[in-house]
């Protein structure tokens, strides 16, 4: 088994770990020399003064104390220098060498400091164990301990007094949108809101909607749909006194319906518009997702006058470009009213098709928004807004229309009628870093959330780029277990969940590549189950496949990696197994996010090791994730499965050497 890695989490075992004690010890000592120092240099006129009064005995005991102290300090000081020597490597204690204690590395060490009496209980763990390596001296060669031997008299405390404080917790300033957000319900069985009761939808709309099965709004359309058409009353343009429509954000747990929230009011919003321009442009992070999502625009477009173009890559540029414009005797002529993009692709067609125009662009959806922003190193947004706001002076067949970003209202900015462009973001885990936001260059943003609100601004700074304060929101039918195991154990408890679970679709993810691969090898060799696997191995159009053969139920065991853990949408999975603990609470969520869709129910596995147990449960407490059940797997339970995985080993074994040898010839 040695053949699987397994990602582990940096805990207090790790270099790392070390690494960082090591830099902190460096600080606290400098802390504490400084410290020592001063309290010396209040001590001296005392001291004197002591000895003067004393006499002769009073005087050789202050310069008995004195000369301890110089002593402690140079000790420091070497160590302090030798450290600086060895920057983040290994460090021994301060003596240097000699004593028997002495070769005690310093990450190691927890015990707490024998001169830091005043306040050590109040330290943290870590720093104990540095202040000991700071401040702790050698036993005397007799065996008492330093405070009898000849150093210096207990009541001369050299390093100590000192209490750590508390820093004062800065709370954070949240803009008003994010600290108050419009609530939405998060589960999707509770306020659902039947369709006539949202009038504003087109009737042909309604009708759609009922005949694929849609009697109700879930709470997050009920909320989204009315606010969005409302910000199109007044059609494609800017409203009367310049008003421009706030962008809005929406953060909803998994399967809470965010396509429709979208899909809908884009769809009405261009149903009357009179030329075929691209007026919406919906970026995804993945072609599986951007497919997905112009399969539902396809839905809800169909016996209307309106295209849905999608570059993904999947096709080559050329016939993509044949699905954007078509080159007439004038110029060109606009394909597609709504464009569903992944952001690569986009900018290809941005650069390279000539007549791909977004400067009627009203609607830009950035779907699984936390993820897109962390691609905003690829310049995607600035090339789109470069593309839908061309610079002034430009000549343009829509002059009268054209438009400028958006900026104080004068009189004479609100005299011709503008278009407005409107950001609409989705996300189940949006991030609440207004420094991270701020990259979008929202105007006057609205956010709609289901958790937030009732967590309030107070907890968003510990949101601000992480993974914490329990803030985000998971599906009501879902329920979270972990399943501890050893390395060797984890396959074998895979193929039991699977087995004795008897499930049609189970979902399984891990960390990398070649983990999935090597899962899905085993799991063939075992036999008993349909197995296959879902990752950059293959191409597009073979993961298409996967997938159909997986919602179709022919494949009762996917082992993906996280190319498939945001947005699929796959009907009908029961389970889903983290056969690899995801190391970022966000993952989880869209992992776990896989199942319980849309109301239903559905379970959550996570396998953990022993040194992942404590970090990885935290993390999740943090997050607000309902207590995970434990789910023991006993030994007495896998042993009839051995004989078939030990098989199943040696033949995994052999395919992997059969692979290497493939791929070296
Ligand atoms: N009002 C509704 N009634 C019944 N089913 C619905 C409704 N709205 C959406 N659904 C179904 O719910 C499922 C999940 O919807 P969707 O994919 O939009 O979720 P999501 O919130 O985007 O999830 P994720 O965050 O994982 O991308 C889909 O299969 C969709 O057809």
Redesign the pocket.
Known sequence: MALFHVARYPGPEAAGAEAGADGRARALLERLQCRARERQRQKQPRQQEAAQSAGPAGKRRAAAAQTAEARGRRGAGEQAAESGRRGHGRRWGPTGRGGPWSRVPVGLTRRPPRFCRAGSSEEAPEESGVGAEAAEQPEAPDGRPPEEASGPPAHALLLGGFRRSRAPKVQPFLPAWLAEPSCVEKSVTKDLVPIEDVPEVHPDLQKKLRAH??S???PV?AAVIPALLESMANGFLVGRGGYQPSDLCVS?P???????AFVIPLVQALLHRAMCQVRALVVLPTKELAQQVSKVFNVYTDATPLRVALVTGQKTLAKEQETLVQRTVDGFRCLADIVVATPGRLVDHIDQTPGFSLQQLRFLVIDEADRMIDSMHQSWLPRVMAAAFPREGTKSLFSLLQRRQPQAITAASTCCPQMPLQKLLFS?TLTQNPEKLQQLGLHQPRLFSTGLAQRGSRDADAEADGESAGKYTFPAGLTHHYVPCSLRSKPLVVLHLVLEMNFSRVLCFTNSRENSHRLFLLAQAFGGVSVAEFSSRYGPGQRKMILKQFEQGKIQLLISTDAMA??I?V?GVQLVVNYDAPQYLRTYV?RV?RTA??GKTGQAFTLLLKVQERRFLRMLAEGGVPELERHDTPSKLLQPLVPRYEAALSQLERAVKEERKQKAA
């Open positions: 099965g849609i109700s709004y879930f359309q909803a998994t399967g809470s319906g965010k396509t429709l189940a945001r947005g949408d009907q869209h996010g869709r849309a």
